[in-house]
């Protein structure tokens, strides 16, 4: 969170605690302490109560179980992995269509279906006055380092805490994949960069095609340490 959404947590934390002595209450979704509600917009403190979740395996759980997503909660592995999972899901439904279940932890399961009830499909009924039917992604959990390299620090992908999304499909059979679509004026490209804007207010981390060439073809997005929108 940049400074100036400290300030603000901040200026809401003190507000919340005055409003309960005093008797009344902000609302849930403007209250730092207030559980994540996946029926609102995110806002401001949707990064602080997605990074709650991070470090709170049962919260998370409770969340998540909000989502409208269909899962199945996987096993920790062992510590001595080469690449450990813990607080980890299989998505297997959402209230759009996969192209196939991934593995996520719990925070970015719970920032994909923020994403895709508010981020996605409103750009889907703006652009083209219809939903997304299904979200075309490449898979999320590889046991590597960043960009392959035999050294280095180890991607966001190799604890299952990115998603790496290529396309999408609309109710009357379009197909809109971002390596043929981002550029351009037309309203596929206009999609995608409403998505892409969209997906930055629930992803810590969304890297696109304009960030480098080794996203040419998809969205990265992550629940990591960093918050970037590029």
């Not at 100036?4 to 809401?12: D, R």
């Not at 279906?113 to 997304?132: C, D, M, N, S, T």
């Not at 997906?199 to 918050?227: I, K, R």
Request: glycine residues 8%; contains cysteine; hydrophobic residues 40%.
């Amino acid at each position: 969170m940049r400074y100036g959404g400290l300030v603000l947590l901040a200026v809401l934390g003190a507000a919340a605690l005055y409003g309960w002595k005093q008797g009344w209450r902000l609302p849930d979704e403007w209250n730092p302490w207030a559980p994540l509600d996946m029926r609102s917009p995110p806002n401001l403190l949707t990064s602080w109560k997605l990074g709650r979740l991070r470090d709170d395996p049962q919260r998370c759980a409770e969340t998540l179980a909000t989502s409208g997503l269909g899962y199945t909660v996987q096993a920790d592995s062992p510590a001595s992995a080469t690449c450990p999972l813990s607080n980890v899901v299989r998505v297997q439904d959402a209230p759009v269509r996969l192209s196939s279940s991934f593995l996520a932890t719990c925070p970015v399961a719970v920032a994909f279906a923020l994403f895709e009830r508010h981020g996605l499909q409103p750009a889907a009924q703006r652009v083209f006055g219809q939903p997304v039917v299904q979200v075309d992604h490449l898979g999320s959990y590889a046991c590597r380092n960043m960009y392959n390299r035999a050294e280095g620090r180890r991607s966001q992908h190799a604890s299952a805490n990115a998603l790496d999304i290529a396309g999408f499909r609309l109710k009357d059979g379009q197909r809109i994949e971002l390596q043929k679509d981002w550029n351009g004026e037309g309203p596929k490209a206009q999609f995608l960069r409403q998505v892409h804007a969209g997906a930055c207010e629930s992803f810590n981390t969304v890297l696109g095609p304009d960030y480098n060439a080794a996203h040419h073809n998809h969205f990265h997005l992550d629940m990591g340490g960093w918050q970037i929108c590029r």
